[in-house]
């Protein structure tokens, strides 16, 4: 076990906390929370990067971690009513939708090697980037008032992720000897 695999498996051990923060009204210690998930994020990524130790198990586990923080960020703060449960929907839809699709191509057989994209990349970030603005609208509110802009945005970029990989994953499924390096 190296030090990015820590890191990932941290990732995922700061999640029950930052439910906990969230379900006693504690958004600041939350906030906390996912931000320093999102750090060590950035971090096992470079180190493993930096330090050649890439591995088979950090590739597989960090994907899972993200899409853990994210989907249990989302459903906690549409339960809290802190976020619009539509777009919880949306959010937890497109991840639902990606590792179903996964589920189908290996079921077929089918080669594909997971490689994020680019639109992929920027729903990431503007997911992260809706949870931290939530987490801390108590402060941010005067200073970025982009509430609507932020939500639809993320919206719209996490519905044309969703397509992108449907596409991707037809494609693929449909010519057995396609992978997704093309």
């Not at 899409?67 to 809290?80: F, G, R, W």
């Not at 594909?112 to 680019?118: D, G, N, R, T």
Request: with cysteine.
């Amino acid at each position: 076990m190296n030090i990015p695999n820590l890191l990932t498996i941290g990732r995922i051990l700061l999640i029950p906390l930052l439910v906990i923060f969230l379900i006693d009204g504690e958004k600041l210690a939350a906030f906390w929370v996912f931000v320093l998930a999102g750090v060590t994020d950035a971090l096992d990524g470079f180190l493993a990067r930096v330090l050649k130790q890439k591995t088979d198990f950090g590739a597989f586990i960090d994907p899972i971690a993200d899409k853990l923080l994210l989907i249990t960020s989302y459903i906690t703060l549409a339960v809290l009513d802190i976020l619009p449960k539509w777009l919880t929907v949306i959010v937890v839809s497109r991840d639902v939708l990606i590792c179903g699709g996964i589920g189908i191509l290996m079921l077929y057989d089918r080669e594909f090697k997971i490689k994020p994209s680019l639109i992929s990349k920027v729903t990431t970030f503007m997911q992260l980037l809706t949870v931290v603005y939530f987490l801390g609208h108590d402060y941010f509110k005067e200073i970025f008032p982009v509430v609507n802009y932020l939500i639809y945005a993320t919206a719209a970029c996490t519905i044309l992720s969703g397509m992108h990989y449907m596409i991707r994953g037809l494609g693929i499924l449909g010519d057995p000897d396609a992978t997704t390096q093309r």
